[in-house]
């Protein structure tokens, strides 16, 4: 029994991870439009502008007087989407049912920003010519639009994911529920890698898969308890 239970928690995790593997080779598989990602990346620049919230460039050069602390950004950047591999891991021992709504939440928000990254590609402002550096490349010498597609910064999944992750934390531990999320955002502001409206936009998504989720599982809840005379 406990060897079939292994090997079913196995098989969960392996369809989260070869649902990333196959977003990956979507957006791997994208031509970038960079006319159109360009001037997106221009409108979401005048938008934040206008908002009052364009904190990249600030951020960045503050950051960049201590590059030791830029090139462990970078690494962990890289490095980061496994917190949610372990993540998933820890849900299915704890919770099947709750592993069950954050699989389906997060393939769902996956779906959704790969939608947007096709019809609205936009170029992360590391090469919108927003005054921010290229810090992986500039430090550690990797072009990550090299094994990547590199005009998919709105939503910004790797908000939304570290988002589903806090969320998904928060009972167990708030301090990590919100030190994670904090820690990814931060990391991809600083890294050139995403605008503040592509950080917001990713974790709307990913609120939004959840409440989603959450809802249809309650409905099945529901309708799978009733009986014709209830």
């Known amino acids: 029994m406990a060897r079939a239970l292994r090997h079913d ?8 991870l070869a649902a990333v593997a196959a977003y990956e080779l979507l957006r791997m598989g994208i031509t970038p439009d960079w006319p159109v990602a360009l001037a997106h990346a221009r409108d979401v620049a005048s938008l934040e502008r206008a908002a009052h919230v364009a904190w990249e460039a600030p951020l960045q ?3 960049l007087r201590v590059p030791d602390v830029v090139w462990a950004l970078n690494v962990f950047y890289l490095v980061h989407f496994a917190a949610t591999g372990l993540f998933f891991v820890w849900l299915y021992r704890g919770s099947r049912r709750a592993f069950g709504v954050y699989r389906d939440a997060f393939l769902l928000a996956t779906a959704a920003a ?5 019809a609205f590609p936009t170029a992360p402002p ?8 290229d810090t992986l490349r500039a430090l550690s010498g990797i072009r990550f639009g090299s094994v990547s597609d590199p ?4 939503p910004s999944l790797h908000a939304g994911w570290a988002v589903g992750v806090g969320i998904g934390l928060w ?23 995403h605008f503040v409206v592509d950080a917001v936009a990713g974790a709307a998504t990913m609120v939004f898969a959840l409440a989603v989720v959450q809802f249809a599982s309650r409905r099945g809840v ?5 009986s014709p005379g209830s």
């Open 126 to 133: 590391r090469l919108a010519g927003v005054g921010l550096v």
């Open 114 to 118: 790969l939608a947007v990254h096709v």
């Open 222 to 226: 529901e309708q799978s308890g009733s």
């Open 61 to 63: 050069h503050a950051f």
């Open 151 to 154: 005009v998919a910064a709105l």
């Open 171 to 193: 009972r167990r531990s708030r301090v990590v529920a919100i030190a994670y999320p904090a820690a990814v955002v931060l990391t991809i502001l600083v890294t050139g890698n």
């Open 9 to 16: 928690g196995l098989r969960q995790v392996a369809v989260v």
